[in-house]
C-alpha cells in the first residue's frame, strides 16, 4: 500500500477543459440529464485513459493537494448549492451528500435516527434514488426482495416523507462503473458530478464521510472497491502498483458543520485501517491501492473563509 506521491514519477502535458473527445465527456449527463456510463468499450478504454493521464499529472506535482493547487478550477466542484442526498455510485452523482443507496444500508433505529438528524443539520433538500444501485441490491438480496427499483424508490420516497424534502427521482444508468478512484469527503459540499470535477479529477465514487459513522464509512468504502475491482468495474487485472485504485481523503477546516474534528492526520489514519479491512475483504487488492488527501484551502472563488 502506498500513502503518498513523491515528487518524481512520470510526467504529461498539463491536462485542459478542451482536451477532450466528445466521445467521453461527461457533458452529455451534466447538460443533458442523460443516463451516464462508458456503454461501449471504446469509451471505456478512453476514461481509463484519460484518468491515468490526469493520475499522472498528480504524480508529477507530487499529489492531490499540489495538482489542485495547480488547477484551482477543480475548487468550484464544493459548493452549497446543491444540498441533495444521492448514492456514491460515481455514474449518478447528482448531489453532494454521498452515501451508498442514499442510505439503504443503515441498519437500527438509533443509526437511522442519527443518519437522517446529520442531513438535517446540514439542510438537505431533496433525496435520488437510482438504476443498477449495487447497495440496494445487496439489500434486496439480504431481505429477500425480487423486485430492487420498486425497494430503491420506497426506500428513498418515505427517507424523504420523514425528512419533509423533495423525492427528486430515480435516475438512470449506463453501462459499467468507470470509477478508479474513491473520494473519502468530510465536508459534504463536493459535487462530483459537476463538469469541471470530472474532466480534471480521476472518476470516482464518493463517500460523505461526515453523514456516515467510522463502521458505516469504512463499509462503505469496502463496497466501492469491490464494485471497482469486480466485474461491474474495472476487474482487478486492470490495478497494479503502477496504476493503483486510489483513495482520497478530503478534508475542510475552514468549514465545520458537524461536531467531529477531521483533520488530514484523522482521515490518513482511517483510510490506512480502510485499507486493511478492504484487503481481508477483496485479498487482490493488496499492493494495488494508494492513499493520498486533499485538504481545502482558505481561499475558493476569492472567498475569505474563516475556520470554525
Not at 482536451?19 to 469509451?43: I, K, V
Not at 433525496?127 to 440496494?136: I, K, M, N, Q
Request: aromatic letters at 10%; a negative charge; hydrophobic letters at 30%.
Amino acid at each position: 500500500m502506498e500513502k503518498r506521491f513523491t515528487k518524481t514519477g512520470p510526467t504529461s502535458s498539463k491536462l485542459f477543459m478542451n482536451d477532450f473527445s466528445p466521445e467521453f465527456s461527461y457533458e452529455h449527463q451534466y447538460t443533458s440529464g442523460a443516463a451516464f456510463g462508458p456503454a461501449s468499450e471504446r469509451a471505456k478504454n478512453a476514461i481509463r485513459e484519460h484518468d491515468r493521464q490526469i493520475m499522472s499529472e498528480i504524480q508529477r506535482t507530487g499529489g492531490f493537494e499540489s495538482y489542485v493547487d495547480e488547477h484551482p478550477e477543480v475548487l468550484t466542484a464544493f459548493t452549497d448549492r446543491k444540498p441533495f442526498l444521492c448514492c456514491m455510485d460515481e455514474r449518478t452523482s447528482e448531489g453532494t451528500i454521498h452515501v451508498p443507496g442514499s442510505g439503504i444500508g443503515i441498519e437500527g433505529e438509533e443509526e437511522k435516527n442519527g443518519f437522517k438528524e446529520r442531513l438535517q443539520a446540514a439542510g438537505v433538500e431533496g433525496v435520488y434514488s437510482h438504476e443498477g444501485c449495487g447497495a440496494f441490491k445487496l439489500y434486496a438480496e439480504k431481505n429477500g426482495i425480487a423486485n430492487t427499483r420498486e425497494s430503491a424508490e420506497a426506500h428513498t420516497k418515505k427517507l424523504a416523507e420523514d425528512l419533509g424534502i423533495e423525492y427528486k427521482g430515480f435516475l438512470k444508468t449506463s453501462g459499467e462503473h468507470p470509477g478508479g478512484a474513491v473520494y473519502y469527503d468530510t465536508t459534504g459540499r463536493l459535487d462530483s458530478g459537476s463538469l469541471i470535477w470530472q474532466k480534471n479529477m480521476p472518476t470516482g465514487f464518493t463517500i460523505s464521510r461526515s453523514f456516515l459513522s467510522p463502521t458505516e464509512a469504512k463499509a462503505a468504502m469496502v463496497l466501492a472497491v469491490k464494485i471497482a475491482f469486480g466485474e461491474k468495474g474495472h476487474g482487478h487485472e486492470s490495478f497494479s502498483e503502477k496504476h493503483p485504485l486510489t483513495l482520497v481523503g478530503i478534508s475542510d477546516a475552514f468549514h465545520k458543520t458537524i461536531t467531529e474534528d477531521f483533520t488530514q492526520e484523522f482521515i490518513r489514519r482511517e483510510l490506512e485501517t480502510c485499507y486493511e479491512e478492504i484487503v481481508a475483504a477483496i485479498p487482490e487488492a493488496r499492493g494495488k491501492i494508494f492513499i493520498d488527501g486533499l485538504a481545502l484551502p482558505e481561499k475558493i472563488e476569492g472567498e475569505e473563509r474563516v475556520a470554525a
